[in-house]
């Protein structure tokens, strides 16, 4: 079973550029949720999907959206890149119900020069 | 707002020894826990998942506790090797209103350095 896929592995951006991060959950799993980790703040979470749907966000300027297709496939855009968003960012996914948890991708190392 | 928190931030220890990982939390309404270790530039591999309604849960040399009434949870990793060196994370999520859940809310990490 192929576990969640993140791509593009590594980015390079100009600050002011805007960026889009691609998440392929785990085949069957419909909630997907994208976190930033950097070196100050460790993780935090940025959003949940579920079923397309938006469930949750966490606390982050509008900048940070996303979004989930029918295929629970999720992209993560950055619009306006600041320096501080260099950062990694991870995907998880997860099945539904109690005794599941979350699988994380090997993420998107972002660098805003 | 929950808020979670390991110690030690670090820990140094020779390979064989058995060691205890700490996690605590804010707000016990939690639904699950889930340990994860994270090598330098990788994602994160889960260890464990504990319910709410679990009281611990056991992999191999690993074993895991959780008091939610207390807010705290415990990590123990048994006769440590060299490649057990890495970041542990613990972390909490919540069920939300509409049945999913909210998102994991994520300690700093222990840094472990097993010594050969």
């Known amino acids: 079973k192929a576990g969640v896929t993140q791509t593009p592995r590594y980015l390079i951006k100009t600050r002011g550029q805007q960026v889009t991060l691609s998440c392929s959950p785990i085949?069957?799993?419909?909630?997907v949720s994208w976190y930033q980790q950097t070196p100050g703040q460790g993780l935090q979470f940025l959003f949940e999907?579920?079923?397309?749907?938006?469930?949750n966000k966490g606390n982050f300027p509008g900048r940070f959206s996303g979004r989930q297709f029918s295929n629970s496939r999720s992209e993560m855009n950055v619009s306006t890149l600041e320096l501080g968003d260099s950062a990694l960012y991870l995907c998880?996914?997860?099945?539904?119900?109690?005794?599941?948890?979350?699988?994380f991708g090997s993420g998107t190392r972002l660098t805003v020069v | 707002k929950q808020e979670v928190t390991q110690i030690p931030a670090a820990l140094s220890v020779p390979e064989g020894e058995n060691l205890v990982l700490n996690c605590s939390f804010t707000?016990?309404?939690?639904?699950?826990l889930q340990w994860f270790r994270q090598d330098p530039g990788k994602g994160l591999t889960s260890l464990l998942l504990?319910?709410?309604?679990?009281r611990e849960q056991t992999s191999g040399r690993l074993n895991a506790s959780l008091d939610k009434s207390s807010g705290r949870s415990t990590l123990y990793i048994a006769a440590s090797q060299p490649g057990d060196s890495a970041t542990y994370l613990c972390?909490?999520?919540?069920?939300?209103?509409?049945?999913?859940?909210?998102?994991?809310?994520f300690g700093k990490g222990t840094h472990l350095i097993i010594q050969p």
């Open positions: 998880a996914s997860r099945s539904t119900g109690g005794a599941y948890g979350y699988t």
């Open positions: 085949s069957g799993h419909r909630s």
């Open positions: 999907y579920f079923s397309e749907t938006q469930r």
């Open positions: 707000d016990s309404a939690i639904y699950n």
């Open positions: 504990i319910q709410s309604s679990q």
């Open positions: 972390a909490v999520y919540g069920a939300d209103s509409g049945g999913g859940a909210d998102g994991l809310t």
